[in-house]
């Protein structure tokens, strides 16, 4: 399957892989068709996914299943008055029906937009009406059926679909596609889908100020073919799991489109809520091959007796979503045997910077440019950095030659589309510096840099000397008020089982980051809580932290 769309796929050096990976993207490219549709008529008992909750349920679903079931959905939805071009929000967990829906969505030509499950009545409303919602389909959960219920006096909405259960005024959509045809012509004409239409909107995390609507178009899964086969290192017929609720991009980073392309058999696992051992036991007793997860549940599964689990099939553990703390990496690989691999990139876009198979992972570094994309570091004064020096991440080239995988703008704002993507390049908003074997690390972003003193401070490298202590399961480093200094580094502490805060260790974690750094970066504020702010993504909020802090 993959080699109608990769002239080569194997690559002798990361040089070579640079140099000459290729994407080929076909005209009217349709992800549900080319891609779902084409491995069921090629391999009809291939599996795609495996399923699982909390609940003991368990579902396997072929290639062929997930070709029916969406052809039957599409076929509902287009009775409903979804056609090409509606929008259509998700708020599906991680419940099988999440797959066959943005499947049939694809192949009708609509307009998909994941939520999460934690969006509130003003979230929905705000959505809902800035995007032009005409349906939501939705998992049955009271919190969710309760903000749905109470947004749509106030929205446009024109269905409200509910799966894995029945409720007044919504139709049910695992009753409803019984009644439908499982064939679905590929549509023709003015109803196929183009390339250049929009199939998929992600409201960023909205760490400040609201969400803006990053707007993919229908050749984005190809772009997924560099993150899912050459960083993840998903097998074909091999069970992979990325750890992500569907209402993020990660979700689609690691839970469906690079991952089909290349074969991979996709595995779910429906969790109600995180719990470290649980999620250990899903890799045993599956026998994961490949998995993906952000650093923080890392951080939290090294809290149990991970010696007590046989993870010896995982072949690849990757993380992205935040860097990767050193002592994570070193206490991980001391455990499993194999180095973690980071990756970095953002809501508008595929993996951006990877750690890739020619190379041995730094610890602590993102690793490598993708093939997709011409990375750069710049400075103030837009000159390319030297090795060592901070600048900002951005791709070049995004006006003439846009990258297969780059967002193509924000959804019904062109002038902001024009602002980001009308230049010379991509300003990610992310701070880095390369050294000079290549590697890239993370610093931050730009917003999250300390000033202190007349010292530029980078919160990773604070939070990752911190992170080697025992007593802190994770943090984050930000920038605190001072009258005199301007600002001074503050460190915000989640304590492991077994230590208590005080001003004992307070000092004894000040110091250890004196020995561990440069002492300058030590933190002068050292605050314990019980959990960290964080996006609907997964991403520890910095600026709310700041903000708060500003308001004492």
């Known amino acids: ?92 967990r991680r419940r099988w029906e999440y797959w066959v829906c943005a499947t049939a969505l694809h192949k009708i030509g609509a307009t998909l937009i994941p939520g999460s499950l934690q969006l509130t009545k003003k979230d929905i409303v705000y959505r809902a009406n800035v995007a032009g919602v005409h349906s939501v389909i939705c ?28 409720a007044d005024g919504w139709l049910c959509f695992n009753e409803e596609i019984e009644k439908f045809s499982d064939e679905f012509p590929r549509p023709v004409g003015a109803e196929q889908t183009n390339n250049e239409d929009i199939m998929l909107v992600y409201f960023t995390s909205g760490t400040t100020g609201m969400p803006k609507m990053v707007a993919h178009n229908f050749t984005y899964p190809l772009g997924h073919i560099v993150t899912a086969k050459y960083w993840q290192k998903v097998q074909e017929n091999k069970l992979h799991m990325s750890v992500s609720d569907s209402g993020w991009a990660k979700f689609g980073w690691g839970k469906i489109y690079g991952q089909w392309i290349c074969g991979a058999v996709v595995f779910a696992y429906d969790m109600e809520k995180f719990v470290p051992h649980k999620l250990l036991e899903k890799i045993q007793k599956y026998k994961i091959t490949t998995f993906c997860a952000p650093p923080t549940m890392f951080r939290f599964m090294l809290q149990e007796d991970v010696s007590k689990y046989d993870l010896s099939s995982v072949q690849q553990w990757c993380i992205a979503g935040e860097p990767l703390n050193p002592e994570v990496f070193k206490q991980w690989e001391g455990l499993t045997g194999h180095k973690m691999t980071e990756g970095f990139g953002q809501s508008e876009s595929s993996v951006l910077i990877g750690n890739f198979e020619w190379f041995e992972p730094k610890p602590g570094s993102t690793g490598k440019p993708s093939p997709l994309y011409d990375i750069r570091l710049l400075n103030e004064n837009d000159e390319e950095c030297e090795d060592g020096e901070e600048g900002r991440i951005v791709v070049m080239d995004v006006k003439h030659n846009p990258p297969t995988g780059l967002f193509v703008g924000y959804f019904k704002d062109d002038d902001l589309t024009a602002e980001k993507l009308g230049g010379a390049y991509y300003d990610t908003g992310d701070m880095a510096w390369r050294d000079s074997d290549g590697y890239i690390w993370f610093v931050g972003r730009g917003d999250d840099v300390i000033k202190c003193s007349g010292y530029r401070i980078g919160p990773f490298e604070v939070e990752s000397a911190l992170m080697e202590h025992p007593s802190v399961v994770e943090c984050a480093v930000t920038a605190a008020p001072d009258p005199i200094r301007g600002q001074v580094v503050k460190a915000t502490v989640v304590l492991a089982k077994g230590y208590t805060g005080s001003a004992d260790l307070i000092k004894e974690l000040q110091n250890y980051v004196k020995h561990v750094t440069a002492p300058y970066k030590y933190p002068r504020i050292i605050e314990f809580v019980d959990e960290l702010p964080k996006t609907l993504g997964g991403k520890i909020k910095r600026a709310q932290i700041r903000r708060e802090d500003h308001e004492k």
């Open 1 to 92: 399957m993959i080699e109608r769309f990769l002239p080569r796929t194997d690559f002798t050096s990361y040089e070579d892989f640079k140099k000459n990976y290729q994407v080929n993207v076909p005209e009217h490219f349709n992800f549900g068709f080319d891609i779902v549709d084409a491995w069921a008529d090629a391999e009809p008992e291939k599996k795609a996914l495996v399923w699982c909750d909390d609940n003991n349920q368990e579902k396997i679903f072929t290639f062929t299943d997930i070709k029916r079931l969406s052809n039957q959905a599409a076929n509902f939805f287009r009775s409903v008055g979804i056609q090409k071009g509606s929008v259509v929000m998700l708020i599906l």
């Open 139 to 166: 998992v049955n959960d009271d919190f969710v059926l309760s903000q749905v219920n109470e947004a749509r006096p106030e929205t446009a909405l024109v269905n409200t679909i509910l799966v894995d259960g029945k």
